[in-house]
Each structure stands twice: as structure tokens, then as C-alpha cells.
């Protein structure tokens, strides 16, 4: 369940006319009360008697005997809603559920005879709506404060008892929604997303290619954005905001949005923070290797988020965010949309109450930011390699950050990961099946060589490994380790160590990846059979062989 209490009002008969109307597309069905402060409450949705204006009347009695005491804005109104899978309330367990959260939101404490006033209505099977005037009957105002915090608690309580879907909570880190204005003026320009979206886009996808608070900047007009700079009387800037030209007001003049309300880590402050760990870093390898190294890097973020710190293992969590947010640029067209998708998912992922020690995480933002410099790679093995490495990466945020309470962040990683699956099943179809032809056209010689390698290195598993479709591919790509001066036995020891492998629904395909962002296996390297045929034979007894010595 859901509580949407939003900012309070000054006109108790303009929400109930929406309320017991028809709605802004004729979807309110049988408007009613459920619930309400007294029994004797006129409900204009079921007798016709009453009006909306003596409801009205009713609830504002308090405020007109306060006078000028009163509140200006003196209507608290929260919506309630429960999951689309939940089954249907009877308005008895509707108007018990209004009276749990009119208790715990302090608006009307149960056996509190001067609790404000208020009504429940029922419009539709999913939700209510909840209308009080904050004035109390001794003409003082509710002590309602931290009112969404506390009816959110409340909900948890009520979904656990009733048998709900258990909603996924935040921690207040996430970005701010679009407001309905901004929903329906993009579907009024026809704009699949609203501005404040696509500013937050945007902004997220500049800031993974930046450098320098300055670079962020020029990066942003080069888009096409329009950016203005606050300053202190000193000089030093204290903020931004952004505009798109062609989003204005009635008096023609952009709408602009801060940083900090596109998203929270898009404020000034947290991005000086953030680029500030570049200023004092070692100057990064040549870029000319920026994709090796970027799956490199992303490969060892599962054991890192395992064994790392909080604070480090949240600055693991930003540069696989940026490596997301960057990955649809620097990737071949075919994959970007579903790459876009993940990086949009993962934008809640990203945030958390934990403080990123941001110069953790150097060798992966390095590689990140390098990567735009450096075309796609045209072995698409190791582009296939990255997605893997960054799937996974993805899998091991989830699991961060669900074994911390982060729900709202492991379903976005959780989604996040459905994407990149899609992409990379793309990108890695044409490399495995050339790597899946080789393995089969491998000499026989060669393939008892790379079946006792799995043996020796992964015992436990290697049956598995061999009777997987992926074997050949893994064993072709051992071959290809072998030639180019590698242990095959060693390898696999080494891909398959600190990392859990045995939940993979493809060990080989896995294992075939982690192989690539080990070493370098460029097509400058690769091998094909006749290549292999002549390499040197090196026989590999068998364990009966050396016990029958």
C-alpha cells in the first residue's frame, strides 16, 4: 500500500467536488464514504438529501470557529492505494484501515474526543482518499508532523496483517516524481517523457563523461541545455539550475530546474564531491585499452560490494551507475535502447543514505570516461564481456543492497538486471556461436586436454560444465588461452575463485566471459582450428593414469 499525502489546501468543497465527481476521465465509479469522525455524517454519494456543500459545512465548522487562529492552508488530504494484485477491500476494512492512519498520522488520535474532522471516500476498488481540516475541537492545529513517515509505517503494519503485497520502502534519496502538470503537458507536446526526466537524463549521462565541474558545464550547453551558474559574493559558484529552450512559461521564459531537483546527487555540492576524487587521482593508462579495462574493473565489483566497507561499497555502486549511464553512448546502435533502459532503472539504485567514498571506485570511472574516447570494440566478445561483467555487477547491487533494507534500490537493480540480460543475449549471440563452431572443430587431442583442465580446476562442477550447450564455446576459448601462453587449469581456477558460480544458469557461458576479462583475447589472438592442429601436443594424463604409475 501507498500514501500520497500532498501539500495542504485552503478550499474543503473544491476536494470533495473532485472526489464525489467524475473524475478527470470519467473513472470515479460510485463515489461514497467509508468511513467518517462521526456516524451522522451526510454522505452526498448515498443519500440524496445531502450535498457536497453541507459536507463541506460540516468539516469546516472548526476552522470558521478558530477565525484568523486558523491555518490558511487548513485541508490535509492523502490518498491510499493499494498494489494492482492486491485483492479487493470491503469498505469495512477501508474505513479500519483510514482510522489506522488517521491515528498514526496524529490528524485524529483514536479515543481523542477532539481529533480534527474528517471523511473517508471511496471512488474506486483500489484506493480511498482521506479529507481533514487541522483544527482540532479545542481550536488548536494537530500535531501531524512527519505525517507521510508515520502512515508509511503504518501501511507496513497493515499490509503484513491484511495479507498485501509488501511494497518495496525508501529512504528519501529518491528523485523527485514529475508532477502531474509536467505529465500532462509532455502528453500535450507529444514528448514521451517530461522535461524534468529528460534534464535528469541528461545531466546523470554528462556527469559520468565529466571530469571537472567545469567540463559538467560545458558539456551541458554543448547539449543544448541551458545552464545557469550561481555564485557567492566570493566568486565560488554555489549552484546551478537548467532549462530547456523550448520548455517555457505563460510569459515565455524557461522553466528552470536546480540540480538538486533533478536528483539529489545532482546537486552542486554532490557532484564537486564526486568529480573531486578525479582532481587527485594518478593519471589514467592510455585509453587505447579503455574497454579491457573497464571489464576488468566492473568484474571485481561482486567481491568488492562482499568485502568492502559501506561507504566503499556505495562508491561501487555510483561508478556502476556511470558505467550504465555511458554504455548507451559508447555501444553499437542495436543495443543502446535496452542498455538506456537499464541505465534509467538503475538511476534509483544509485542512491542510498550511505556516503560513497568516491576515490574507492578510481580504476572503474577511470575506464568509464574512457571508453567515449575509444570506438566499440569490433571483437564482439569483449563487448559481450563487458554487459556480462556489468550484469553481474548489477545481480551483486541487488543483493547489497537488499541484505541492507534498501528495497526501493534492490528492485531497481533488480530491474536493471532483466535489461542488461536482454542486451547482452544480443551482443553475445554472434561471438558464442563463432566460439561454439570453433569448440566443435577442435581435434579431438585438444578437447581431452581442455575436459582435464575442468576436471582439475572445478571438480565439483566440471560434469555440469560438460554436459551444458556452452561447453564447446568454453572449451574453444580455453584453447585460444592456451596458444596464447596461458594455464588453462590455472585460468579457470582463477575465473571461478571468490566468485559464486554455481546458482549461474550457464557455468560454462559464465565462465567463457570471465575468461575474456582475464586475459586478452583479441582477434589479433584468436585461433582457429588449423592453427591449433599444429600447436605443440602436450599429453595430460588422467588421474587413473597417475595412480596406475
Same mark, same amino acid.
Given at each position: 500500500?501507498?500514501?500520497?499525502?500532498?501539500?495542504?489546501?485552503?478550499?474543503?468543497?473544491?476536494?470533495?467536488?473532485?472526489?464525489?465527481?467524475?473524475?478527470?476521465?470519467?473513472?470515479?465509479?460510485?463515489?461514497?464514504?467509508?468511513?467518517?469522525?462521526?456516524?451522522?455524517?451526510?454522505?452526498?454519494?448515498?443519500?440524496? *438529501?445531502?450535498?457536497?456543500?453541507?459536507?463541506?459545512?460540516?468539516?469546516?465548522?472548526?476552522?470558521?470557529?478558530? =477565525?484568523?487562529?486558523?491555518?490558511?492552508?487548513?485541508?490535509?488530504?492523502?490518498?491510499?492505494?493499494?498494489?494492482?494484485?492486491?485483492?479487493?477491500?470491503?469498505?469495512?476494512? +477501508? #474505513?479500519?484501515?483510514?482510522?489506522?492512519?488517521?491515528?498514526?498520522?496524529?490528524?485524529?488520535?483514536?479515543?481523542?474526543?477532539?481529533?480534527?474532522? +474528517?471523511?473517508?471516500?471511496?471512488?474506486?476498488?483500489?484506493?480511498?482518499?482521506?479529507?481533514?481540516?487541522?483544527?482540532?475541537?479545542?481550536?488548536?492545529?494537530? &500535531?501531524?508532523?512527519?505525517?507521510?513517515?508515520?502512515?508509511?509505517?503504518?501501511?507496513?503494519?497493515?499490509?503484513?496483517?491484511? =495479507?498485501?503485497?509488501?511494497?518495496?520502502?525508501?529512504?528519501?534519496?529518491?528523485?523527485? &516524481?514529475?508532477? @502531474?502538470?509536467?505529465?500532462?503537458?509532455?502528453?500535450?507536446?507529444?514528448?514521451?517523457?517530461?522535461?524534468?526526466?529528460?534534464?535528469?537524463?541528461? !545531466?546523470?549521462?554528462?556527469?559520468?563523461?565529466?571530469?571537472?565541474?567545469?567540463?559538467?558545464?560545458?558539456?551541458?550547453?554543448?547539449?543544448?541545455?541551458?545552464?545557469?551558474?550561481?555564485?557567492?559574493?566570493?566568486?565560488?559558484?554555489? =549552484?546551478?539550475?537548467?532549462?530547456?529552450?523550448?520548455?517555457?512559461?505563460?510569459?515565455?521564459?524557461?522553466?528552470?530546474?536546480?540540480?538538486?531537483?533533478?536528483?539529489?546527487?545532482?546537486?552542486?555540492?554532490?557532484?564537486?564531491?564526486?568529480?573531486?576524487?578525479?582532481?587527485?587521482?594518478?593519471? #589514467?593508462?592510455?585509453?587505447?585499452? #579503455?574497454?579491457?579495462?573497464?571489464?576488468?574493473?566492473?568484474?571485481?565489483?561482486?567481491?568488492?560490494?562482499?568485502?568492502?566497507?559501506?561507504?566503499?561499497?556505495?562508491?561501487?555502486?555510483?561508478?556502476?551507475?556511470?558505467?550504465?549511464?555511458?554504455?548507451?553512448? %559508447?555501444?553499437?546502435?542495436?543495443?543502446?535502447?535496452?542498455?538506456?533502459? !537499464?541505465?534509467?532503472?538503475?538511476?534509483?539504485?544509485?542512491?542510498?543514505?550511505?556516503?560513497?567514498?568516491?576515490?574507492? !571506485?578510481?580504476?572503474?570511472?577511470?575506464?568509464?570516461? *574512457?571508453?567515449?574516447?575509444?570506438?566499440?570494440?569490433?571483437?564482439?566478445?569483449?563487448?559481450? !564481456?563487458?554487459?556480462?561483467?556489468?550484469?553481474? *555487477?548489477?545481480?551483486?547491487?541487488?543483493?547489497?543492497?537488499?541484505?541492507?533494507?534498501?528495497?526501493?534500490?534492490?528492485?531497481?537493480?533488480?530491474?536493471?538486471?532483466?535489461?542488461?540480460?536482454?542486451?547482452?543475449?544480443?551482443?553475445?549471440?554472434?561471438?558464442?556461436?563463432?566460439?561454439?563452431? @570453433?569448440?566443435?572443430?577442435?581435434? $579431438?587431442?585438444?578437447?581431452?586436454?581442455?575436459?582435464?583442465?575442468?576436471?582439475?580446476?572445478?571438480?565439483?562442477?566440471? $560434469?555440469?560444465?560438460?554436459?551444458?550447450?556452452?561447453?564447446?564455446?568454453? *572449451?574453444?576459448?580455453?584453447?585460444?588461452? =592456451?596458444?596464447?601462453?596461458?594455464?588453462?587449469?590455472?585460468?579457470?581456477? $582463477? %575465473?571461478?575463485?571468490? @566468485?559464486?558460480?554455481?546458482?549461474?544458469?550457464?557455468? /560454462?557461458?559464465?565462465?567463457?566471459?570471465?575468461?575474456? &576479462?582475464?586475459?586478452?583475447?583479441?582477434?589479433?589472438?584468436? /585461433?582457429?582450428?588449423?592453427?591449433?592442429?599444429?600447436?605443440?601436443?602436450?599429453?595430460?594424463?588422467?588421474?587413473?593414469?597417475? &595412480?596406475?604409475?
Amino acid at each position: 500500500m501507498i500514501a500520497n499525502i500532498v501539500k495542504p489546501g485552503h478550499k474543503t468543497r473544491g476536494v470533495l467536488n473532485y472526489l464525489f465527481g467524475p473524475g478527470r476521465a470519467n473513472e470515479h465509479t460510485d463515489p461514497h464514504l467509508v468511513a467518517a469522525w462521526d456516524d451522522f455524517v451526510p454522505d452526498p454519494g448515498r443519500n440524496p *438529501a445531502a450535498t457536497l456543500a453541507q459536507l463541506a459545512d460540516v468539516l469546516d465548522l472548526r476552522v470558521k470557529q478558530a =477565525g484568523h487562529k486558523a491555518p490558511k492552508k487548513h485541508v490535509w488530504h492523502c490518498s491510499i492505494r493499494a498494489a494492482p494484485e492486491d485483492r479487493h477491500l470491503t469498505d469495512d476494512e +477501508w #474505513a479500519t484501515i483510514a482510522h489506522r492512519v488517521l491515528n498514526a498520522t496524529g490528524i485524529a488520535p483514536a479515543g481523542d474526543p477532539d481529533a480534527c474532522r +474528517w471523511v473517508a471516500v471511496r471512488h474506486a476498488d483500489d484506493h480511498i482518499h482521506i479529507v481533514a481540516t487541522k483544527v482540532r475541537g479545542d481550536l488548536r492545529p494537530p &500535531r501531524n508532523w512527519n505525517d507521510f513517515l508515520r502512515a508509511d509505517k503504518e501501511l507496513v503494519a497493515i499490509e503484513r496483517e491484511y =495479507g498485501l503485497r509488501r511494497v518495496p520502502r525508501g529512504d528519501r534519496t529518491a528523485a523527485k &516524481r514529475p508532477t @502531474r502538470a509536467e505529465q500532462e503537458k509532455a502528453q500535450r507536446t507529444g514528448r514521451a517523457t517530461t522535461v524534468r526526466e529528460r534534464l535528469r537524463t541528461t !545531466a546523470r549521462t554528462l556527469l559520468a563523461a565529466a571530469t571537472t565541474p567545469e567540463e559538467y558545464f560545458r558539456l551541458l550547453e554543448g547539449s543544448g541545455v541551458l545552464v545557469e551558474i550561481q555564485r557567492f559574493p566570493s566568486g565560488d559558484i554555489r =549552484g546551478y539550475k537548467v532549462a530547456l529552450a523550448d520548455d517555457t512559461n505563460k510569459d515565455a521564459r524557461p522553466i528552470w530546474f536546480s540540480g538538486s531537483t533533478l536528483a539529489p546527487d545532482l546537486s552542486y555540492p554532490k557532484i564537486n564531491e564526486r568529480l573531486a576524487a578525479l582532481d587527485n587521482s594518478p593519471a #589514467a593508462p592510455p585509453e587505447s585499452r #579503455a574497454w579491457r579495462r573497464l571489464a576488468q574493473a566492473t568484474d571485481r565489483v561482486p567481491e568488492l560490494l562482499d568485502h568492502s566497507e559501506d561507504e566503499a561499497g556505495q562508491a561501487h555502486i555510483v561508478a556502476l551507475a556511470e558505467t550504465l549511464d555511458i554504455l548507451p553512448l %559508447a555501444a553499437p546502435p542495436a543495443l543502446r535502447p535496452e542498455l538506456l533502459q !537499464a541505465a534509467t532503472a538503475f538511476e534509483r539504485a544509485s542512491r542510498s543514505r550511505i556516503r560513497a567514498q568516491h576515490q574507492q !571506485a578510481l580504476a572503474t570511472r577511470q575506464a568509464v570516461k *574512457a571508453i567515449l574516447h575509444e570506438p566499440a570494440p569490433k571483437d564482439g566478445a569483449l563487448l559481450a !564481456a563487458v554487459i556480462d561483467a556489468v550484469l553481474l *555487477a548489477a545481480v551483486a547491487a541487488q543483493h547489497w543492497h537488499r541484505t541492507r533494507g534498501h528495497n526501493q534500490q534492490a528492485e531497481a537493480a533488480r530491474q536493471t538486471a532483466e535489461h542488461l540480460r536482454t542486451a547482452y543475449q544480443a551482443a553475445a549471440a554472434e561471438p558464442l556461436a563463432l566460439a561454439h563452431r @570453433r569448440g566443435t572443430e577442435l581435434p $579431438e587431442w585438444i578437447r581431452r586436454q581442455q575436459v582435464a583442465a575442468v576436471r582439475r580446476a572445478l571438480p565439483e562442477q566440471a $560434469e555440469q560444465i560438460l554436459a551444458e550447450p556452452g561447453w564447446p564455446a568454453l *572449451a574453444a576459448t580455453l584453447a585460444q588461452a =592456451g596458444t596464447s601462453g596461458h594455464n588453462p587449469t590455472t585460468l579457470l581456477a $582463477e %575465473a571461478a575463485a571468490g @566468485r559464486e558460480i554455481d546458482t549461474a544458469t550457464s557455468v /560454462s557461458e559464465v565462465l567463457t566471459w570471465r575468461l575474456h &576479462r582475464l586475459t586478452d583475447l583479441s582477434p589479433r589472438t584468436t /585461433s582457429r582450428a588449423p592453427a591449433l592442429q599444429s600447436a605443440p601436443y602436450r599429453p595430460v594424463r588422467t588421474d587413473q593414469q597417475r &595412480r596406475t604409475r
